[in-house]
Structures are given as structure tokens and as C-alpha cells.
Nanobody, 119 residues
Framework: QVQLVESGGGLVQAGGSLRLSCAAS????????MGWFRRAPGKEREFVAS????????SYADSVKGRFTISRDNAKYAVYLQMSRLNPEDTAVYYC????????????WGQGTQVTVSS
């Protein structure tokens, strides 16, 4: 299992950009599928993006496709979420998550980082 700590959240105006980081620890990090999720006030947690172990395959929610980019640096034990053209609907707590393979649910979670987009 990996331990995850998110950072980089904050307050940004609509149309702006933010880069979230997720610092991981644990020997298995480089073999894990990594994901970003978010929970907006009063809503269920939702999938945002995921990336496979090599970084060669990514997946995005339709709501962020073309605006967000997930990446990873296995040498630095890090995962990133570059967010651009932010809008108020992107306001949420963003969570980093890990799972060992596609047949298993995301089982390792960070504590989350708040992103607030003002109009």
C-alpha cells in the first residue's frame, strides 16, 4: 500500500490554472495505477482522471477532458494534475488515490486538497 499527500490547492479565479501534486511513499508506487477524484459540496465523490504505471495510458472524466492533464514521475514518487480553464463547477476537495491494478478498487487515499474557483 502507498501513502499519499496532496498539495497545491487554493483559490483561483475562473479561467485560471492550478497544478495539484501528490507525494507518494511506498515501494509499490511505480506499479500502481494512480487517480484523482474530487468531492464538491453536497455531492458524491467523482472520478477526475487516472494514469497507468508507465504514464502511457490516461483516462479523464468528460467534464475535465481537454482542460486537465494527469502525469506522473515515478522517480520522484509523484503524481500531478494540471488544471486549466477552471470554472466554479470545479470547486471541490481533490483527492489522490492508488490501486495496484484495474481489477481492484482504489484503496489508498490522501487527505485531500481544497480547490476553490471564484466567478
Amino acid at each position: 500500500q502507498v501513502q499519499l499527500v496532496e498539495s497545491g490547492g487554493g483559490l483561483v479565479q475562473a479561467g485560471g490554472s492550478l497544478r495539484l501534486s501528490c507525494a507518494a511513499s511506498g515501494r509499490s508506487f511505480s506499479r500502481n495505477i494512480m487517480g484523482w477524484f474530487r468531492r464538491a459540496p453536497g455531492k458524491e465523490r467523482e472520478f477526475v482522471a487516472s494514469i497507468n504505471w508507465s504514464g502511457g495510458r490516461t483516462s479523464y472524466a468528460d467534464s475535465v477532458k481537454g482542460r486537465f492533464t494527469i502525469s506522473r514521475d515515478n522517480a520522484k514518487y509523484a503524481v500531478y494534475l494540471q488544471m486549466s480553464r477552471l470554472n466554479p463547477e470545479d470547486t471541490a476537495v481533490y483527492y489522490c488515490a492508488a490501486r495496484p491494478n484495474e481489477g481492484v478498487a482504489f484503496g489508498s487515499w490522501g487527505q485531500g486538497t481544497q480547490v476553490t474557483v471564484s466567478s
